[in-house]
């Protein structure tokens, strides 16, 4: 009788094999996807989010609200009525959980603001109309390298765009 060697591998063999490949594709995500990157392009999902939801709050009830941004983060505004014009003033929201003033998060910032041509400041805020049109706008986010834009259209569409996204845009 001649002795043949086994033909296969072992299931040792073939659990090394696995988690090397396991490995290997961590790292690849890793360096693919960026935690800066994800964090920004979360920051800019959270914020699509929450300008939705103001559209939303200023359709149902029925009174333009507005948002402002700074280096420092957000703050959300309502009318406050001037007895001697027909024109309105804004006031922070008070007391208000989901649309109390956020700060960006560490390393975060705001590059630009801006609705139609002009830039969003405080003095003059990104206005949310209670007919659900506004101007188009666009609010950039960075972090380090990394850009995230949140971009709206006169009918109230937001999207979110990251790196890869403009990246396939050109």
Known sequence: MTHRP???FTLIELLVVLVVIGVVIATLQL???SDDARRLRQEG???AALLTALADEAVTGGRPLAVA??????VFFEPVARPDTDTARWRERPGDEVFAPRAWP???GVVEARSGTRPVT???PLVFSPSGL????????AL????????GDAAGNLRVEDGADLAEAR
């Open 45 to 47: 999902e959270r914020l």
């Open 144 to 151: 380090a390298d990394a850009r995230v834009r949140v971009l």
């Open 6 to 8: 086994p033909r296969g």
């Open 69 to 74: 941004f700074d280096d420092a983060g957000y």
């Open 122 to 124: 405080r003095a003059q």
């Open 31 to 33: 360096n693919l996807f």
């Open 134 to 141: 506004h101007a188009p706008f666009r609010v950039v986010l």
């Open 106 to 108: 560490p390393g975060i």
